[in-house]
């Protein structure tokens, strides 16, 4: 009965979710190949690089779309945690596909600094916009979902499309950024686009939760 209730709210939330998981995976996964193939770095050195930007700015990506959400949720938006998910979106999709197409060395290595740190923007705010919207015993059960569908869209098929990209419409050693640029263009919209869509439900979700929560509170 709650999944039927909030059906646009769940369903938006983890395609979109999924789709930008998709292309940033595939990122991530096919870094250290990538600078091997086209720009002729040996996959380790790469992967050390990419290592130590990734491990100080992907975090602070994570911890930084909550903070933005709780600004606009300050300033009345039932959707704030929507938008700070398609914030980090909208700057990681162009440093990506630069990335992917820039021959300047230099530059690349630039943009993987905000690559890295908004890449990983919607994703600890993804589980917890769901957590308050759902009443706290179904949280463990609407939780395992969200990770099944994530994982399987995600993380899972992100690295195998770009793979199969590489292998199949863009062959050769430049045929990767081709094939990683593609991803980028088709996800990253399709994730941000869902999103949107998915605003005004989730928008009214929260809304039926607080008043839950607000009765809950009058019954104590």
């Known amino acids: 009965a709650f999944y039927r209730l909030n059906w646009r709210t769940f369903t938006l939330h983890h395609l979109g979710v999924s789709s930008l998981n998709l292309f940033g995976w595939a990122f991530v996964f096919w870094t250290p190949t990538f600078f091997q ?24 990506g994570t ?5 933005l959400a ?11 945690n929507v938008l700070a998910m398609m914030a980090g979106a909208f700057v990681s999709i162009p440093a990506i596909i630069s990335i992917q197409l820039l021959p ?14 908004f890449v990983t923007m919607p994703f600890g705010l993804a589980q917890g916009s769901l957590t308050v919207v759902t009443p706290p015993h179904m949280r463990a059960q609407v939780a395992s979902v969200y990770w099944v569908v994530v994982s399987v869209i995600g993380m899972g098929a992100g690295p195998v499309v770009a793979g199969l ?3 199949i419409l863009f062959t050769g050693e430049q045929g990767l950024r081709y094939s990683l640029t593609l991803v980028t263009v088709v996800f990253g919209p399709l994730g941000i686009g869902l999103l949107w869509l998915g605003r ?18 009058l019954v104590k």
Do not use: C, N
């Not at 040996?42 to 602070?60: K, S, V, Y």
């Not at 709780?70 to 704030?80: I, S, T």
């Not at 300047?104 to 740190?117: E, G, I, T």
């Not at 439900?201 to 509170?217: G, I, M």
């Open 200 to 217: 005004r439900p989730y928008a009214r979700s929260l809304a039926r939760a607080d008043v839950l929560h607000e009765a809950e509170v």
């Open 70 to 80: 709780r600004y606009l949720g300050a300033r009345g938006r039932k959707d704030a």
């Open 37 to 60: 193939r086209v720009h002729g770095i040996p996959a380790g050195e790469a992967a050390q690089m990419f290592g130590a930007i990734f491990t100080i700015l992907g975090p602070l």
């Open 63 to 67: 911890l930084s779309a909550p903070i």
């Open 165 to 167: 990209g590489s292998d």
């Open 104 to 117: 300047d060395l230099s530059w690349v290595w630039l943009l993987y600094a905000p690559a890295s740190l």
